[in-house]
């Protein structure tokens, strides 16, 4: 899933998101094309939130190996593009300079954490509180800020990071347990983008994913060989259609990060703000009318408390967004 560019308001989510272009290294400028940023963006995130239904028709492929495939396939589709974009020298810059590896490094055990945990939920059944950790990842984002950049947050944020920590309580009450699921979710990924947007204007979307990828490809190949030794792999025993899904993981994983890129380079970050929420809304709505999960009353409760955390977030985003609309506005006709 999905990474954010500030840590002080709700935008989120995706492993390309806040990337300035640099001189060099960087990605290059792109015209600010609004529908073809929308069309972008859209199309990542309702991938995303579909994503539940690829893992369903994947099992009885257990999480470990179905993130491991991910992870496999993900390099080849990767060393794909980077041969057809004539990239490898960019890759091989990227790899050297500890500035960028490093930090890509930590984001790939991030994501790792965040693959696992989201897999496992969904197959085993608790695909609503997967798409809880997704709402809640914009308020634990708001915290990154306040703990590690030290940033002042507004009153609606003081408000809604509040109320984020009543819905956890309520949460807590109506499952009989802190929803870890959730908080793991919010926390790795909140995490993940914290860590990507340190690095985020000296890499670009493709190099991004391929040392990641490369970071996890050792432990995920590692993975898929203890499985079929110890007899529980599915990729060669449940015929040839379970074998091209679980090698397609690669492509399915890559396109939405991709397509996130595009629209984070076309697209103001208030946007990409509100687009963020389709993807946990697609997720629940798949957990309810297709997985069928229940809610109980004191769930629907929680949740509610959840929606208003991020109805103050994203009214808080909207009024500074055009407050700074105004500023620079009155900056230019007072330059003219």
Not at 113 to 118: A, K, M, S
Not at 208 to 228: G, N, Y
Not at 271 to 277: E, N, V
Not at 295 to 306: A, C, H, K, L, Y
């Amino acid at each position: 899933m999905p990474e954010r560019t500030s840590h002080a308001a709700p935008a989120t989510t995706s492993p390309t998101a806040g990337q300035k272009p640099a001189a060099t290294t960087g990605p290059k400028p792109v015209a600010k094309d609004t529908t073809a940023g929308m069309l972008f963006g859209i199309g990542a995130y309702v991938l995303w939130g579909l994503l539940p239904l690829y893992f369903f028709i994947l099992m009885p492929a257990g999480a470990v190996e179905i993130v491991a495939n991910r992870v496999v396939w993900s390099l080849l589709f990767c060393a794909l593009l980077i041969t057809v974009t004539r990239s490898w020298s960019v890759l091989a810059a990227a790899v050297k300079d500890r500035r960028v590896f490093g930090p890509l490094a930590v984001a790939a055990f991030l994501i790792a954490i965040n693959w696992l945990t989201y897999t496992y939920g969904v197959t085993t059944g608790q695909a609503v509180e997967t798409s809880l950790g997704y709402f809640i990842n914009p308020l634990v984002s708001v915290l990154l800020g306040v703990f590690v950049l030290k940033e002042r947050l507004r009153p609606l944020q003081w408000a809604a990071v509040g109320v984020g920590f009543i819905a956890v309580g309520v949460l807590t009450y109506s499952y009989g347990k802190l929803p870890w699921i959730a908080l793991t979710l919010a926390f790795s990924f909140g995490l993940y983008g914290f860590v990507k947007n340190r690095v985020g204007s000296r890499v670009d979307a493709i190099t991004s994913l391929s040392v990641e990828t490369m970071v996890l490809a050792p432990l995920a190949a590692v993975a898929m060989v203890v499985l079929a030794v110890g007899g529980t792999a599915t990729l060669t025993t449940q015929g040839p259609g379970h074998f091209w899904l679980l090698l397609a993981s690669g492509v399915i994983t890559a396109v939405p990060l991709l397509f996130f890129g595009a629209s984070a380079r076309r697209l103001p970050m208030t946007t990409i703000g509100l687009l963020q929420y389709f993807a946990p809304v697609l997720q629940f709505l798949v957990a309810l009318l297709v997985f069928r999960e229940a809610m109980t009353v004191e769930r629907w409760i929680g949740f509610g408390v959840v929606w208003l955390a991020l109805l103050l977030l994203t009214v808080d985003m909207l009024r500074t967004a055009r407050r700074n609309s105004l500023v620079r506005r009155a900056a230019l006709r007072a330059a003219a």
